[in-house]
């Protein structure tokens, strides 16, 4: 009797776990349609992050390579509707929606579907990952690619340029791991001010891919001089307005010209009133070498809230300009991005006279935490969860996500060339349990 009410108490506790996991998916779905209409409208750029997963990472406190797998599966969903609904309602567990958006396509997005309802992740994961390799090893799509390799460049309208490759993926593979090798800041990596080698860290903190394309490029025009700036960029600056432009004629706004004096090779002149210059001075850091291995040490890195990028700039917090010293003191590293934000977007940084505390504060004088605040959700969440998904229809149990699977052998060989089939006509072949 007494195993017989043990057994009943474990399929009803069973029950309620594959009820409340569903329901969690369904709230996932949420969080995925909110993320994709927060990245769309740039909402992180306009809230201080240099990416989404970024500004997840502070804001929610998630992991940056799950948030940057959040933002994928977020943007991927936005063309898979019907997956998107199965998330919706609880039917698929975010697991499974993960692995299918690695391959899923409007064409075999039906198949994909039924092959997820009908098998565990773990299957699914496999199946995934088979279809994928298949796909790369098709013959067509090889010739089809072949007078496909390009490199382009555009400039935005918001004044950034873009620059893309298309490669085969044996070419992709090799820039991309020349990529990721550049993203570890690891012993024998010289710096680029100083020439000096930095000792091993413990652990080899990562940077984003996009300053690792930027090392890349400063790296091949340093080439064996690694004291040289990559490259010089000639912007002729008034000492009195600290306004200024480019040798093309471009103009510079003041807090450009104070951004890029911050971390600067300075060379004075003398100009006479017709523009003619009469006098070229020694050219000086506005950051010494000393000061900057210093900075390294005591950051590490870019100071700005949620930030991990390592490739940066020194920042002064009172600029030289306003009388603002070049010490440790007045000075810490901000990456280019954070460090355009604090110059011209808006953003301040100061110290707080009482404790010494860096504190930074956005647009409209508020300070950014070091971490996003958490919502106090009090008691009761679970139910609120449940009541949220009635309100939205959803009727969701404990057999709402119940793979159709009894233990049976899965046959991954049928199931890829159902995906290859239905890639290949536009349509679901013929129903065939895997």
């Known amino acids: 009797m007494a195993a017989a009410v043990c057994h009943e ?24 349609t909110q993320i994709r209409a927060f990245d769309a409208a740039d909402g992180w750029h306009h809230l201080g992050a240099v990416s989404c997963a ?23 969903l936005g063309e898979l509707p019907a997956i998107d609904d199965a998330l919706r309602r609880g039917e698929l567990s975010y697991s499974k929606v993960r692995a299918m958006t690695r391959v899923a396509t409007p064409a075999n997005e039906p198949v994909l579907l039924e092959l997820a309802r ?7 994961e496999k199946l995934c990952r088979l279809y994928r390799g298949a796909q790369r090893q098709s013959p067509n799509a090889a010739r089809d690619r072949a007078d496909q390799r390009w490199v382009n460049t555009r400039e935005t309208a918001g004044g950034m340029v873009q620059i893309v490759i298309q490669v085969e993926p044996d070419e992709a593979q090799v820039v991309l791991a020349a990529i990721d090798a550049c993203r570890a800041d690891r012993s024998g990596r010289a710096d680029a001010t100083t020439g000096d ?41 008034d000492a009195d307005t600290l306004e ?43 950051i010494p070498g000393a000061l900057r291995r210093a900075l390294k040490l005591r950051d590490g890195g870019c ?8 490739i940066t700039d020194a920042h002064h917090i009172v600029h030289w300009a306003d009388g603002g010293e070049t010490s440790l003191a007045n000075t ?45 959700l009090g008691d009761n969440a679970d139910a609120r969860l449940r009541a949220a998904a009635v309100a939205r229809g959803i ?10 699977w009894w233990g049976e052998r899965v046959d991954y060989h049928d199931a890829v060339s159902f995906l290859a089939l239905a890639d290949a006509t536009g349509s679901a072949p013929s129903r065939r349990r895997p």
């Open 9 to 32: 108490e474990l399929v009803r506790l069973s029950d309620e776990i594959a009820e409340t996991a569903a329901h969690i998916d369904a709230a996932i779905h949420t969080l995925l």
């Open 54 to 76: 970024h500004y997840l990472s502070w804001r929610i406190g998630m992991d940056l390579g799950a948030a940057r797998e959040k933002v994928r599966v977020a943007r991927a």
């Open 118 to 124: 009908a098998c565990p992740a773990a299957h699914l």
């Open 197 to 237: 080698v930095e000792p091993e860290p413990t652990r080899p903190m990562m940077r984003s891919r996009v300053d690792a394309v930027m090392a890349m490029a400063e790296a091949a025009v340093r080439g064996d001089k690694p004291e040289r700036s990559p490259t010089e960029v000639v912007v002729h600056i």
């Open 244 to 286: 200024g432009h480019l040798e093309d004629g471009t103009g510079v706004s003041a807090e450009t010209a104070r951004r890029l004096c911050c971390d600067a090779g300075l060379v004075p002149t003398l100009d006479d009133a017709d523009g003619n210059t009469l006098n070229v001075g020694r050219k000086t850091r506005t």
């Open 303 to 310: 100071r700005f809230p949620g930030c991990t990028h390592r």
């Open 332 to 376: 810490l590293l901000a990456c280019r991005v954070h460090h355009r934000f604090l110059h011209e977007h808006g953003y301040a940084v100061s110290r707080d006279p009482a404790t010494g505390d860096v504190v930074f504060t956005d647009p409209a004088g508020q300070p950014i935490p070091p971490t996003g605040p958490r919502p106090c």
């Open 395 to 404: 009727d969701i149990d404990a057999e709402t996500s119940l793979p159709n």
